[in-house]
């Protein structure tokens, strides 16, 4: 596709529902991305991934967080069991992978919880 | 700890006006620096800087590096009320190419 497209827009959910969230990256491009913005803040890292491979995880703030890529493509960003600090925007970003390459952010998905 | 501190957070001025905005940066493995522009949506990109004192520039905005004194500016001349939008600084870190962003410069351009 032409840009970074991610789905939903927007998403409401009770405290203690499951949500997914998903990422569309670039047509082609190796290595994908996903940031928590809260309101006034940076985006904050969360997780990495190269093609399929998730090389860095570091940034999830706990085991409710779940990243998959399973094709090299889409991915998605489960969270379980939200709570409200939860509340924030999703931001998922892709680039071509080779060194020295901007990175391309999506409008994100703002998720607010109840 | 990784460390982006961004000056000023907020700025206000006139259409016309020149503006800097600042970065410094302690972060490891320190690869390039990157700036974006964040209105309503998404960051959009706007440079990114891999060496010391070379100026990139586009348009009215141009930015340097300083990779002994850990600093970056973003300069816009003749600014415009185009221009208003939270401007983010990030270095991107070796390995996973990860950015660390700062808390981000909210610029107000008033006609």
């Known amino acids: 596709g032409a840009g970074v497209s991610q789905s939903p827009r927007y998403k409401v959910a009770k405290r203690g529902q499951d949500v997914a969230l998903r990422c569309d990256p670039i047509s082609g491009h190796v290595s994908l991305f996903w940031y928590q913005q809260a309101l006034g803040q940076g985006p904050e890292f969360l997780t990495y991934f190269q093609n399929e491979a998730q090389l860095d995880k570091s940034g999830l703030p706990s085991d409710r967080f779940f990243a998959e890529r399973p094709e090299g493509s889409v991915s998605t960003l489960k969270i379980q069991r939200t709570q409200q600090e939860d509340s924030a925007v999703y931001l998922c970003?892709?680039?071509?992978?080779?060194?020295?390459?901007?990175?391309?952010f999506g409008d994100g998905t703002r998720l607010s919880i109840l | 700890e990784d460390k982006v501190v961004q000056s000023p957070l907020s700025l206000v001025v006139h259409e016309g006006d020149t503006v800097t905005l600042n970065c410094s940066y302690e972060v490891t493995n320190f690869r390039s620096l990157l700036w974006y522009k964040q209105e309503k949506k998404a960051p959009t990109f706007l440079f990114m800087l891999?060496?010391?004192?070379i100026e990139k520039k586009s348009g009215r905005l141009s930015s340097i590096l300083d990779k002994k004194e850990l600093f970056s500016i973003l300069n816009i001349t003749a600014t415009q009320t185009g221009d208003s939008a939270v401007y983010l600084c990030?270095?991107?870190?070796?390995?996973?190419?990860?950015?660390?962003f700062g808390k981000g410069t909210k610029l107000t351009v008033n006609p």
């Open positions: 990030a270095p991107a870190q070796g390995g996973s190419e990860k950015l660390v």
């Open positions: 970003a892709s680039s071509p992978g080779a060194l020295n390459q901007p990175q391309h």
């Open positions: 891999t060496s010391s004192g």
